[in-house]
């Protein structure tokens, strides 16, 4: 944490002064000592200003208000937990499995607070859950609440039904026969989900994009979040495994538009969206070892990034929120030393104030929360110790604030702001390869056009000799790479022509210098 010394006395041979730790801005809330040790934790924040959360576990959930643990009860959910207001009530919906062969497999549990006193109920039903409950609010300002099943559904369930013990869900979604929901992404009136069929002879996952269902064969899928890019279409983009490779798939209008290689399990599995440049695009904010991550819809990194830390290493979900208040999120990243960076959306750089300490490495994701009109982080740490900061000035946007986005669970995030999106057709300082010089391997050719264009990259030596063409199609509104491999290419410094053309005849180029060490 940042240390202030200050208040000096007048020179002397003795003096006194103030020590300060942390700053104006990073203030601790909250440290509670009281939670057992447990499995599979999440947090789910309830009620902000009142710093109430649900922190669930595979036996137990523990109401908290950061200081204190105020209720327990077991056997509440299998999954992480959802939480909404409406009106003066506070709710939180679970879902446990008891033994499959029994009549009413499931129980669909809530918790309600209606600021003095709590209630806790449960609504038997026949179905077999597979999901977390996903809550959305309807154009008719009510609640909904979404749960997957065993047998390729959907449930949607009535609030006030819910509540009342009414086993009969509202409506039902068939995503496919025979399949096992496993997650629920819910953006406007849409529903987007993963499933698996688990037959030995037909084995594969599915998207469900709002209707349409997308398969593919010999693939595990590990995470759905949803968005809209920078012209208004919704967008899923999918982690998965296939053949020990990792990748995001990116899918649009039902339709597979791209696939993006990623390094490592843990980036599959740990990963959010954020809007930290403003260019109308939300950007897929991910950890690798020493390092945080920002990739668009392409697979190109954001400018300024990766950021690197030194003698540690990044873990868990990255968080991100406006921190500063300059509109554009703060990456909230945490480290195995127990570290937490805020990390510059635009600039790459760390926020002053950080890093702040947990003392030890999360146990569990972090949550963000509004506390006192300002922003708030809270998290667990392996010795079980349940610790909340004020990490803002002001209240402002939160894109990512807990495990599946939000409290509500639904895994998604709106548009981005288009307030510095650029206007100029093919931008020159746009246009750049990173690393340079580039040592061996490959090296991106970076570029960014405002409409899809034919990419053609021509490179030559110093002595005007064609060396390599590369040939690509630049997504319009967005950064773009083409990989150039210089594994057979000798050291030296390489002028490279990077021309767009767009369909309709517009052409325009630059020309960029490439080092090549070896």
Do not use: C
């Amino acid at each position: 944490s940042l240390i202030t010394i200050k208040d000096f006395s007048s020179i002397s041979n003795k003096m006194s002064f103030k020590i300060e730790y942390g700053d104006s801005v990073i203030k601790p809330l909250f440290v509670s000592n009281e939670f057992p040790s447990t499995e599979g934790l999440s947090i789910t924040s309830i009620e902000n200003d009142n710093k109430l959360f649900a922190i669930n576990s595979d036996s137990m959930l523990m109401i908290s208000n950061g200081d204190s643990l105020l209720e327990v009860w077991s056997d509440f959910s299998d999954f992480k937990t959802a939480s909404i207001k409406f009106g003066n009530k506070s709710y939180v919906f679970g879902a446990h499995i008891g033994n499959p062969a029994d009549q009413t497999p499931t129980n669909l549990n809530y918790w309600i607070f209606d600021g003095n006193t709590t209630a806790v109920g449960n609504t038997p039903i026949s179905e077999i859950v597979t999901t977390g409950p996903v809550v959305r609010k309807t154009s008719t300002e009510y609640y909904e609440i979404y749960f997957g099943t065993i047998d390729g559904k959907v449930l949607v369930f009535d609030l006030d039904s819910l509540v009342s013990g009414n086993a009969e869900p509202k409506s039902e979604i068939v995503i496919e026969a025979g399949v096992e929901v496993y997650q629920i992404s819910l953006f406007g009136s849409g529903i987007y989900a993963i499933a698996s069929r688990l037959d030995n002879n037909n084995k594969y996952d599915l998207v469900y994009f709002d209707g349409t269902v997308l398969q593919f064969t010999d693939e595990t899928f590990f995470k759905i979040v949803t968005s809209v890019d920078v012209e208004g279409n919704v967008i899923a983009i999918i982690s998965a495994t296939k053949s020990d490779q990792y990748y995001f798939h990116i899918i649009e209008n039902a339709k597979l538009i791209n696939t993006i290689n990623a390094p490592n399990l843990e980036s599959v599995t740990s990963y959010s969206l954020a809007d930290i440049k403003n260019d109308g695009n939300n950007y897929i904010i991910t950890n690798f070892n020493d390092k945080v991550s920002a990739i668009n819809t392409t697979g190109a990194l954001s400018d300024n990034f990766p950021f690197t830390i030194f003698d540690d290493e990044f873990q868990g979900l990255p968080l991100a929120a406006d921190i500063e208040g300059d509109s554009k999120s703060e990456i909230i990243a945490f480290t195995k030393k127990g570290l937490v960076y805020a990390i510059d959306g635009g600039t790459g750089k760390i926020v002053d104030g950080f890093p702040i300490s947990f003392g030890n490495a999360l146990d569990v994701d972090a949550a963000l929360f509004s506390v006192d009109n300002k922003i708030g982080l809270a998290g667990i740490d392996q010795s079980n110790s349940f610790k909340g900061w004020s990490i803002s000035s002001v209240l402002s946007r939160i894109d990512w604030a807990e495990t599946n986005g939000n409290n509500a669970n639904t895994s998604n995030l709106g548009q981005a702001s288009v307030t510095q999106r650029n206007s100029s057709f093919f931008p020159v300082s746009r246009a750049y390869n990173y690393p340079n010089p580039v040592y061996n391997g490959e090296t991106a050719i970076r570029y960014f056009v405002n409409e899809d264009s034919k990419i053609n990259i021509k490179i030559f030596d110093l002595a005007g000799d064609f060396v390599a063409e590369l040939n690509d199609i630049g997504t319009g509104g967005v950064d773009n790479e083409t990989m150039w491999n210089v594994s057979d290419i000798q050291s030296g410094v390489y002028l490279t022509r990077i021309e767009a053309s767009t369909f309709g005849g517009k052409t325009e180029s630059v020309i960029i210098k490439i080092a090549v060490v070896k």
